[in-house]
């Protein structure tokens, strides 16, 4: 029998708006594999209490980033797509794992040394040096077979995977072990400022940050003004022409073209042509998701119904991989 391998992945909803890195980082692989993949999606508004949060402006986030897991293609109706503080389960696994994770070993993270190095230790919390083991809990309660995620949370996969084989060998099998599936560089999004940097939420200017969710005629103006270099040349380098190597990685996600084909199509034309048809193609990409997102935006108590569905179907699985867990450590049933 061939059974369809389970998938999970997360984002934090820590901006009114995603960004073309969010977008074609995570969002287009996550729509594609959804097809063969029994797929699931959060909402990880837990992970983005670790820093400060204003209550109002976190809920709204948390509409606005499922509004536009929808509008950019994942269905509700064939993933789970749910707001993980919907599903009490993760915070209890949360707590159970973290009595079978060393303190040496979760300090090793190297996202939480920088994070707290960047904060200082009055506004490094508890909750941000756990973060890795409630990622874990997400992973884990749902028999997770494989996590496509950002370089950056490579490390935090490879903790589950720890944290699941230590269980298993402890307490007998209960969890699948998850592999990591790492985005490819050909979807690694930079700042069109800065294109050494990833095009981020955070970055100083948002000059070179393209908002899904902004006007497009915004979004246009900001890819016309991309830094290229003055060779004139279409050319892939990501080292000697970070600039035009990054418009060429946005234009290539969006058409399917390889390097190779935007290099032929654009061969002795100036970056002016070359600008415009990545401005036409992303243009053309964003409009109708953009549309939808703030379709859904409209009617946030249908919204909300759905997240509410998916949410009592993630409970169920949820539930009863915390069940078998609960027995396995030997917590008294309550009777
Ligand atoms: N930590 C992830 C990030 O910042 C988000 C996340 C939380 C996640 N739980 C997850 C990703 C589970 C994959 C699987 O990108």
């Known amino acids: 029998m061939v059974t369809t391998e389970r998938l999970y992945s ?21 729509r594609r594999m959804q097809a063969e993949y029994d797929a699931f999606f959060s909402v990880v508004d837990l992970h983005a209490i670790t820093v400060p949060q204003d209550p109002a402006e976190l809920r709204e986030k948390t509409r606005r980033t499922a509004a536009q897991y929808i509008a950019a293609g994942i269905e509700p109706s064939k993933s789970t797509l749910y707001v993980q503080s919907h599903v009490k389960a993760h915070t209890e696994l949360a707590w ?35 973060y890795p083991v409630l990622m874990a809990a997400d992973i884990l ?20 995977r720890d944290l699941a084989e230590r269980f298993n060998a402890r307490f007998g099998k209960t969890f699948v072990v998850p592999k990591p599936v790492i985005a490819a560089e050909a979807a690694r999004i930079y700042d069109l400022q800065n294109p050494t940097s990833k095009m981020s939420k955070s970055a100083e200017s948002h000059a070179g940050v393209l908002w899904l969710l902004d006007d497009v005629s915004v979004t246009a103006k900001k890819i016309m003004r991309a830094v290229t270099d003055s060779d004139g040349v279409v050319r892939y380098d ?3 022409k970070p600039g035009v190597a990054n418009l060429m990685t946005i234009y290539g996600a969006l058409t399917g073209s390889t390097h190779a084909a935007i290099e032929d199509e654009f061969a002795g034309r100036g970056y002016g042509d070359f600008k415009k048809a990545v401005r036409d193609a992303v243009v053309a990409e964003f409009e109708p998701v953009r549309a939808k997102a703030l379709e859904l935006l409209d009617d946030p108590a249908e919204l909300d119904r759905v997240l509410a569905v998916n949410a009592g179907k993630a409970e169920e699985v949820a539930e009863r991989t915390l069940t078998d867990v609960r027995d396995r450590i030997g917590l008294l049933r309550r009777g």
């Open 238 to 240: 990501r080292e000697a």
């Open 96 to 130: 159970i794992l973290s009595t079978i994770t060393g303190f040496g070993e979760a300090g090793r993270m190297t996202q939480f040394k920088d994070k707290s190095q960047r904060f200082g230790e009055s506004a490094t919390s508890v909750g941000l040096f756990t």
């Open 10 to 30: 997360g984002m934090q909803p820590s901006a009114d708006s995603l960004q073309a890195g969010n977008y074609i980082g995570a969002l287009l692989p996550w």
């Open 141 to 160: 309660l749902y028999q997770t077979d494989v996590v496509p995620v950002g370089d950056d949370q490579k490390q935090h996969v490879e903790l589950t």
